[in-house]
């Protein structure tokens, strides 16, 4: 479980937006578009912010970060990526 004090100050560390929480799941998930590659956020022409990355992509996926151990893992490279 994650308390209410730190999901207020939780934002998803890709994208700076808001998180669902799943306490059954024990999940939080950004809906927004992200990168299917890297998982950075991208401009409105689909196109990653990522400097290195800089792909171009028609199809984009949401976040899902695990929480263990009550600890959220906010690492991006190890959100599972959920097309949407
Ligand atoms: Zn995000
Ligand atoms: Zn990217």
């Not at 994650?2 to 059954?24: N, T």
């Not at 956020?41 to 171009?56: F, H, L, R, W, Y």
């Amino acid at each position: 479980m994650v308390s209410k004090d730190l999901l207020e100050i939780l934002a998803c560390p890709s994208c700076k937006g808001d998180l669902d929480y799943d306490p059954q799941a024990d999940t939080l998930t950004c809906r927004n578009k992200h990168c299917p590659e890297c998982g950075m956020p991208v401009d409105d022409n689909g196109k990653c912010q990522d400097e290195e990355c800089g792909k171009v992509s028609h199809t984009f996926v949401a976040l899902r970060y695990r929480v263990e151990d009550d600890i959220p893992n906010m690492l991006i490279y190890e959100a599972e990526k959920l097309p949407i």
